[in-house]
Structure formats: structure tokens, C-alpha cells
């Protein structure tokens, strides 16, 4: 069992930054994949960032590419993902999720039906 509590989110104005934080319970964390989705309302959940449990393999959304960046550390059992140059269209609850890794440490899956777990989500709202 793994339990995700996100944090770090707000309301910033566009252009700027939020970090947003995944503390991760369990002592096999580091075994898990990883991965950031959001949802707006009244729109599917979607995929933004991920990162395999080793930390070498990152996939992102098109969307966010160059402006968002996903971390992990491993001995904190916490993933990070860096939101800079922020935007209106970013606004939406932000969901940290975890799957269960490979042997090799190169898994990192863009769909929300390859995850095991998920957090309770955390608000993030751009305004313009």
C-alpha cells in the first residue's frame, strides 16, 4: 500500500511558479513509478509528467513541455513537480499518483489506468 498527500498548490497569476510536493507513505516508494495528472472541471483527468522510480526516465504532456519539471528524492519518499511560466489553461486539481515500477527503471506511464494509487489532488488556479 502507498498513500500520496499532495501540497503546494495556490493561486499565482500567470507567468508565474508553484512546486507542488507528493509525500509518499510505504517503505517501497522508491520501487514506484510516479506521476502528476490534472483536472479542470467539467474535463477528463489528464496526464502531465512522470518519472520511473529510478528517476532517469521523465515523459511530460506536450502542454507543459519546457515549463514544467518533475523530481523525485527517493530517501524523502516525495516527488516534486516545478511549475514555472504558468498559464489560465493550467488551472485545474492536481493529482500525484504511483505505479509499480519495472525491473529495468525506465517505466514512467502517461495513462491514468497504469497507476495503483492516487492523492486526495491539490488546487492550482492561474489567474490572468
Known amino acids: 500500500q502507498v498513500q500520496l498527500v499532495e501540497s503546494g498548490g495556490g493561486l499565482v497569476q500567470a507567468g508565474g511558479s508553484l512546486r507542488l510536493s507528493c509525500a509518499a507513505s510505504?517503505?517501497?516508494?522508491?520501487?514506484?513509478?510516479m506521476g502528476w495528472f490534472r483536472q479542470a472541471p467539467g474535463k477528463e483527468r489528464e496526464f502531465v509528467a512522470a518519472i520511473s522510480w529510478i528517476g532517469g526516465n521523465t515523459n511530460y504532456a506536450d502542454s507543459v513541455k519546457g515549463r514544467f519539471t518533475i523530481s523525485r528524492d527517493n530517501a524523502k519518499n516525495t516527488v516534486y513537480l516545478q511549475m514555472n511560466s504558468l498559464k489560465p489553461e493550467d488551472t485545474a486539481v492536481y493529482y500525484c499518483?504511483?505505479?509499480?515500477?519495472?525491473?529495468?527503471?525506465?517505466?514512467?506511464?502517461?495513462?491514468?489506468?497504469?497507476?495503483?494509487?492516487w492523492g486526495q489532488g491539490t488546487q492550482v488556479t492561474v489567474s490572468s
Open positions: 499518483a504511483a505505479a509499480r515500477g519495472d525491473g529495468l527503471g525506465l517505466y514512467a506511464p502517461r495513462h491514468v489506468g497504469e497507476y495503483d494509487y
Open positions: 510505504g517503505r517501497t516508494f522508491s520501487s514506484y513509478a
